[in-house]
């Protein structure tokens, strides 16, 4: 985005699309108070609501709604921002659009354009210049569409929790430490003639090891706060009619999936999102897999061969044993070649699969298997609390913000060079220029994730999957 395209009034129906009582017109630019006048034919008391008509071009009113002027710097992006809250009506709020952009190309007695460069606002580019204009750093910009986006009451806190800021302070907590060793190394290397060696004498090493647990702590929060946003991919995996439709069905509480006893019914993928304690678990129903030169016909196999791609992209597998057919030596075979291909799909990753024996109501399941009856219920709440337990999900007391999977990403590379600083330190003859390095580019993966360090391609691709208006 170029700076004059950065700087342009922008603006928005900030409602969502379609009909609806209410629907909103939101404008943000540098200088709005001749706009707000030459649209409305009165000025506006700050953060006061104004109830008047918003008339035409001849003044006849398009509708009559609320008007509100937030003057910069305390608005929702730093700027001037004005909104009319009127009906939602699609024809209506186009007109209230049409007609701004007319009086923003009016020209004043001095031939100069009442608003110039107003512009359509791109996605996300309110809460953009909202960050931009330091009202929002980047986790909490990202929480906004987070708060916009969640699919579970508990997912709703925890982006409220981060939106509040929760998240930030414990990241600048901890790059405050960074400065802190930063600036010790970085004097010892200034004043080398000094006989006072800093790194020793601030004992960098005992700060390090606690930087390192603080940073493990976040780390596996932030991991709780990602799989809260992001939930769990859950595939269902195994043979023709061991009951993985049924599984399906039972975990969602509705009949989603075909049952029938004959082989191949479910012949493509069928997903279904339910909750276990607030986490969203993406499941899916596969069709049986089995040798394709076994299919009944070219549906199954493309079906098999769907199976087998989603399985690729899974964070967990449940692999479904029939309990009631355990002495027969062909299904036993045919279990044995699945989990071997699972293994190899998974990239040798054990903790992705999870073996369940369905119909327990039937057979006896081997000792210590996870044993249930899609058919009954029963042992689908053990099922359950293994599949959080595998995906490292831990409820914590205090609450989990939101987060995503950048964020860990920047902890764990964060993490890793804190670790290499103090292998650096704990050497018998410490090398301080690799320390200050090691400790520049923790410091630098930490400022990623609340924007101080980031690139305009990142906030493209975070702005961009916002919704218009926001």
């Not at 200050?436 to 990623?448: D, T, V």
Request: aromatic share 4%.
């Amino acid at each position: 985005m170029s700076f004059a395209e950065a700087a342009a009034p922008i603006i928005a129906v900030a409602t969502p699309s379609g009909r609806g009582a209410v629907g909103i017109v939101r404008v943000s630019g540098r200088t709005l108070g001749r706009f707000v006048q030459a649209l409305l034919g009165t000025a506006l008391r700050p953060r006061r609501a104004t109830l008047l008509a918003f008339p035409d071009a001849r003044g006849e009113p398009i509708d009559r709604g609320l008007a509100l002027y937030f003057p910069a710097p305390h608005s929702y992006t730093g700027e001037d921002v004005l909104e009319l809250q009127g009906h939602g009506g699609p024809v209506v709020l186009q007109l209230l659009i049409a007609r701004c952009f007319e009086v923003a190309a009016l020209p004043d007695a001095a031939g100069t354009e009442v608003l110039p460069g107003l512009r359509l606002a791109r996605p996300g580019e309110f809460t953009q210049r909202a960050f931009l204009n330091d009202k929002l750093d980047l986790v909490q910009a990202e929480a906004v569409a987070d708060l916009i986006d969640a699919g579970t009451e508990a997912a709703a806190r925890s982006a409220g929790r981060a939106m509040a800021g929760e998240l930030s302070q414990r990241v600048q907590a901890i790059a405050s430490q960074l400065i802190t060793l930063r600036t010790l190394v970085e004097a010892t290397l200034d004043f080398p003639e000094e006989d006072i060696d800093f790194v020793r004498e601030a004992d960098v090493s005992s700060r390090l090891d606690t930087l390192a647990q603080t940073l493990q702590a976040l780390r596996l929060r932030t991991r709780q706060g990602a799989l809260l946003r992001e939930g769990l991919q859950l595939v269902l995996a195994g043979q023709p009619n061991v009951g993985k439709s049924s599984l399906l069905n039972a975990l969602a509480g509705a009949e989603l999936a075909i049952v029938t006893p004959i082989p191949g019914t479910t012949r493509d993928k069928i997903s279904s999102t339910i909750q276990i304690d607030g986490v969203p678990i993406h499941v899916t129903d596969t069709a049986g897999l089995r040798d394709t030169a076994d299919a009944g016909d070219e549906v199954e196999r493309i079906g098999i061969e769907r199976s087998w791609a989603a399985l690729a992209d899974a964070d967990a597998i449940v692999l479904l044993h029939d309990a009631s057919r355990q002495g027969d030596a062909d299904h036993a075979a045919a279990d044995a070649a699945i989990e071997a291909r699972l293994v190899e799909v998974s990239g040798g990753d054990a903790q992705r699969l999870l073996h369940v024996f369905n119909k327990c109501d039937l057979a006896a399941a081997p000792a210590g298997a996870l044993a249930l009856s899609a058919r009954t219920g029963a042992g689908l709440d053990a099922l359950k609390r293994e599949l959080l337990a595998r995906a490292g999900w831990q409820a914590s007391p205090e609450g989990v913000f939101i987060a995503r999977t950048r964020h860990l990403q920047a902890l764990v590379r964060c993490e890793a060079h804190v670790q290499t600083a103090r292998q650096i330190v704990a050497a018998a003859a410490p090398a301080l220029e690799l320390l200050a390095e090691e400790l520049r580019l923790s410091h630098q993966a930490l400022s990623e994730i609340t924007g101080e360090f980031t690139t305009e391609d990142l906030l493209g691709e975070i702005f961009g999957r916002f919704c218009i208006g926001k």
